[in-house]
């Protein structure tokens, strides 16, 4: 199609690697080279009123779709007879492929000569894109920084794609590179290069046009080693985990360009790079090494079988066939490292501008980097063992909401489970320390490392301890700070841990959270996070919450046993994804933008602005504030800088800054989200004030807040933070304060609990909505980690009471089985509600609907494959969880499951949990189209014949047990695992197991 003589080069990389900026270079300064932008083109497209082509692309455009590959390919086909691609002898493409199926169709259509990947850590792309603005008129891209607009005239038209405005948005174009990155270089093997765009442009263009002038010398592919084979996902046998071909020892994570091979570690791939040796699989040339991930390789012990539907076609006849089609290439060259993670600033107004004297709410976000390493910690557990933690540790009964079940444990005994669950969560770099404490305090564990050794030593001092007299929390606290003070090593950071269930009978004369201030101030330069932890309804919780406050930790309300572990559980992931205990924010107004005088008590007023006290940062996560500023009309007119920003925290011993000037006036969601979110917190501040003195005007301000959020929520594109805090705010926070009695018995204790998490934009259970936004990708591991810990670890009873009569227990206390599952709400397997919907085909071949709840063994159910095609599946069994359950009602779908059950949606998967429900114009003035919740007693999922499809659910795609996708990897259940805990179960033959909450599925390997 194009010209033989001509050479097609494609330039793949993330988005923010600088394609665009290298390819306009190249084009102005290399001779007779073309560079054709897509992305570019397929707008130029759009806004032509008399294109074709504009017209039909124009909907899978504004919806968020990928444009189809045929009209695609018709597009580019035509670009390529235009006379200036003619003309060209080198024609430089970006934007395009960006599937496999694209480059293959690509592949057959025209000879590409080469493929250049830009690579680029992801943060310096999340940088480049937060700082990228373009000109309509010539499509240059500018930085706000480091390459501005070379005239004022240009400056003054600069714009921000739409697709730039949203960090989580950026980020998931990321991951959808990533993802799709190494099959598409599967098809072109033997012509692939590397590229470091994280140098300067002349740099970037200098690599370049050498890589244009390099001979590509295509030489025979001998079939590569089975030790440098990527695992075939079609095999049903065990793969181990490759190794280097060359030193035999460690993991091969190298890949050989421009060949492809998957077969060295990195190390022992450069040596053969730079001592100019060949590849050791086909001996052909090399010219770079790329390290890769590999998240595609089924390990020893995932095993997953895979039979097709009946439409599913065979694979490609070349899958399979290259090293690197299973892997997921590293976009950066190593990891983040706890040192090196810095967090990305971005300043945006949270409403539009009206005048200069009306003061505008400007949002203040920083994202820190996720990291898969994490960070060292020493702990101390400050245990209440005053006579009322022998009290029955009890929860609602599931089955009647009307009695309590007792299990014949009390308080302590499930404080040591929790214990016991965080000691053995932590690692041999990490530290733990034990004080108990009633009238007085005394170090139970020194602080030791947590090795096997350490553990067991740790536990048996846990399980020696008793209840005993009064309650004396300073004495605790103080005994908890010196055991950490004493014996600190950098770089751990320091966390304590304070558990009781009552008021303290001896204080300090100015309260707790002034001797905590003063210790500080005794000991300066000790960095130590103190979180607190009540037990039951007669706390203090006023107290405990100022202790916290003064600790830069947080307050967690566990009311009844049921919710113990998740809080624990969630305190060691934050912990263990710590960057910083204690980070602040300088705010400078620039070009005469204001400050109002009266500002929230958070706000410190210093000569040069203020400073914000802004607590901890975690990996993978955001932090906000909004500051109100009035902004003159020239500067919001003329888009000068406003507001200086400057973000100061210590990590390992160093201090750090990081700066950005804000000069945009766009609002962006998630200005809008950081907005809702301080609107709640500081109204909840006013709420309990009001409450705490039984003034009506609490529950009003409460009104009002929750009027506030459903207008924000209209007028927001992503609304899903929002509304889970409209969510929260209307059941359950409002629960809290519906009645005196329910306020004074547990509403203030839970206010001021979530109003801390909220503060700090920490995930601190699974129960409340509004907080599962937060966390990030190493937090929701450790997460899951230490919930299966918690869950699979002996619930041991200390002591030989009798639980029929141990405190007077009445009729309405159920007595039943401790069982770990009972202490941890929250988290389940993924499944749906029995009234879902799903496609059945009968033995006539007429498809008709069933109640999910209906299914038996044998039906064919509807179902889709990885490509997309249509058929059926046997049910094999259908498996019925009981128990209580907290499910999403998805909106248009009404789709009812639970919050982390993987769904697939053009094409990834994504949690329910973590989906945006855009507000529909249509129902905008009946409902707004955002989840909704359901509490079941029951909820199923199946078990098919065929692994790797998705199940047809209400229209929507969703995995089921043993589904065997990578992409929603989940250690059982998506692995035979599940499947062989099942057939265990009594019903298996028979194709209906029920699971009690008493006798939960286990990985056999682990009992």
Not at 10 to 15: A, E, Q, V
Not at 136 to 156: D, F, G, K, N
Not at 210 to 220: G, Y
Not at 561 to 583: E, H, P, R, S, Y
Request: glycine letters at 6%; proline letters at 5%.
């Amino acid at each position: 199609m194009s010209n033989p003589a001509q050479k097609i080069v494609l330039l793949i990389g993330p988005p923010g690697s600088g394609k665009g900026t290298l390819g306009h270079a190249a084009a102005a300064k290399l001779p007779n080279v073309l560079h054709i932008s897509f992305g570019d083109f397929v707008r130029d497209e759009m806004q032509d009123p008399n294109s074709r082509f504009g017209k039909s692309v124009s909907p899978f455009v504004h919806r968020g779709e990928l444009i189809p590959d045929n009209i695609m390919l018709d597009i580019f086909s035509r670009r390529l007879q235009q006379p200036d691609a003619l003309a060209s002898s080198t024609i430089l493409l970006d934007g395009f492929p960006r599937t496999r199926h694209q480059a293959k169709a690509l592949n057959k259509m025209l000879t590409v000569d080469r493929v250049v990947l830009l690579q680029a850590q992801e943060e310096l792309c999340v940088d480049r894109i937060n700082h990228r603005r373009i000109d309509p008129v010539s499509h240059l891209s500018y930085h706000t920084l480091l390459i501005p607009a070379p005239t004022a005239e240009v400056a003054a038209r600069l714009i921000r794609r739409e697709t730039d405005l949203e960090e989580n948005k950026i980020r998931g174009r990321l991951q959808f590179f990533q993802q799709n990155l190494a099959s598409i270089l599967a098809v072109f093997p033997g012509k692939l290069f590397a590229l470091n765009s994280a140098v300067s442009i002349q740099e970037e263009l200098s690599a370049l046009q050498q890589i244009l002038s390099e001979p590509i010398v295509v030489e025979a592919r001998k079939d590569p080693d089975p030790s440098s084979m990527a695992a075939d996902p079609n095999s049903n046998n065990k793969v181990a985990k490759l190794l280097c071909v060359v030193c035999m020892d460690k993991e091969a994570d190298g890949v050989v360009l421009p060949c492809g091979h998957l077969c060295g570690c990195e190390a022992c791939l450069k040596m053969l790079l730079n001592s100019g040796a060949k590849c050791p699989i086909c001996r052909g040339h090399m010219n770079s090494v790329v390290k890769v991930f590999q998240s595609g390789v089924v390990g020893e012990d995932i095993q997953v079988e895979q039979e097709h539907p009946e439409v599913v076609p065979a694979q490609d006849e070349d899958d399979g066939n290259w090293s690197l089609a299973q892997q997921s290439l590293s976009v950066a060259f190593e990891g983040t490292s706890l040192s090196s993670a810095r967090p990305a600033l971005s300043i945006a107004p949270a409403v539009n501008w009206v005048n200069d004297q009306v003061p505008v709410p400007i949002a203040v976000s920083i994202a820190i980097p996720n990291v898969t390493q994490r960070s060292q910690v020493d702990i101390c557990c400050v245990i209440d063992v005053s006579g009322s933690m022998g009290e029955d540790a009890k929860f609602q009964d599931p089955k009647d909401a009307s009695k309590f079940v007792s299990e014949g444990m009390n308080q302590l005994d499930i404080v040591k489970h929790s214990v016991k669950a965080v000691i053995h969560t932590l690692t041999d770099q990490d530290r733990l320390s034990l004080v108990a404490f009633h009238d007085d305090a005394r170090s139970v564990f020194t602080l030791s490392e947590m090795n096997e050794g350490g553990k067991r030593q740790a536990i048996d001092a846990l399980e020696a301890l008793e209840p005993q007299n009064s309650t004396n929390i300073w004495a605790g606290l103080e005994a908890g700070l010196e055991s950490l003070r004493t014996a600190r090593a950098s770089p751990r950071r320091c966390f304590i841990l304070i558990l009781t269930d009552g008021q303290p009978t001896i204080s300090p004369p100015a309260g707790e959270n002034m001797a905590l201030r003063s210790y500080f101030e005794a000991h300066v330069g000790f960095t130590c996070s103190v979180s607190t932890f009540g037990f039951g309804y007669e706390l203090k919780s006023k107290m405990l919450l100022d202790v916290a406050r003064e600790g830069k930790g947080t307050f967690a309300f566990i009311p009844d046993a049921k919710i113990v572990g998740t809080c624990f559980v969630n305190f060691v992931a934050n912990a263990c994804t710590n960057l910083a205990l204690d980070a602040k924010v300088h705010l400078e107004p620039q070009n005469g933008a204001i400050f109002p005088p009266v500002l929230h008590s958070s706000f410190q007023q210093v000569p040069w602005g203020l400073v914000f006290d802004l607590g901890p940062l975690h990996f993978g996560s955001h932090r906000d504030l909004i500051v109100p500023m009035k902004i003159p009309v020239g500067v919001h007119d003329h888009h000068h800088s406003f507001l200086k920003v400057t973000v100061e925290w210590n990590s390992e011993n160093n201090n750090h800054k990081e700066s950005l000037i804000g000069s945009d006036f766009v609002v962006t969601a998630d200005a809008l989200a950081a907005f809702a979110r301080m609107s709640t917190v500081h109204s909840l501040e006013q709420v309990i004030d009001k409450c705490d003195t039984i003034d009506p005007a609490g529950p009003k301000i409460l009104k009002t807040l929750i009027g506030q959020l459903i207008g924000l929520e209209a007028t927001a594109k992503d609304a899903r933070i929002t509304a889970l805090l409209k969510g929260d705010l209307q059941e359950r926070i409002s629960k809290a304060v519906s009645t005196v009695e329910r306020y004074k018995r547990w509403g203030a204790h839970y206010l001021r609990a979530i109003l801390r998490s909220h503060e700090y934009q920490m995930r601190t259970n699974f129960m409340d909505p509004g907080l599962q936004v937060y966390g990030g990708a190493l937090f929701s591991e450790l997460v899951h980690s230490g919930g299966e810990i918690f869950k699979g670890l002996p619930l041991k009873k200390y002591s030989d009471r009798d639980a029929n009569s141990h405190n007077n227990n009445s009729d309405n206390n159920v007595i039943g089985a401790a069982v770990a599952d009972n202490y941890y709400a929250g988290n389940s397997g993924g499944c749906f509600s029995g009234e879902c919907v799903v496609q059945c085909k009968g033995q006539d071949e007429m498809v008709s609907e069933k109640q999910l709840s209906q299914v038996r063994s044998g039906d064919c159910l509807q179902v889709v494959d990885a490509a997309g095609h249509v058929g059926f599946s046997p049910v094999l069994c259908l498996a019925e969880f009981q128990g209580r359950f907290d499910l999403l009602v998805l909106p248009f779908s009404r789709l009812a499951l639970t919050p982390t059950h993987p769904l697939r949606m053009q094409g990834s998967f994504v949690r329910p949990c973590d989906m945006s429900f855009p507000m529909n114009d249509d129902l905008a003035t009946h409902h707004t189209e955002i989840p909704s919740s359901l509490i079941v007693d029951r909820v199923f999922n199946v078990v098919l014949q065929h692994s790797h499809v998705l199940l047809c659910i209400n229209g929507m795609e969703a995995v089921t047990l043993g589904h065997g996708f990578m992409q929603a990897f989940h250690p059982f259940y998506s692995t035979k695992q599940v499947l062989r805990a099942l057939e265990q179960r009594p019903g298996w033959k028979k194709g209906h197991v029920i699971v009690a909450p008493h006798h939960p599925l286990r990985n056999q390997h682990e009992d």
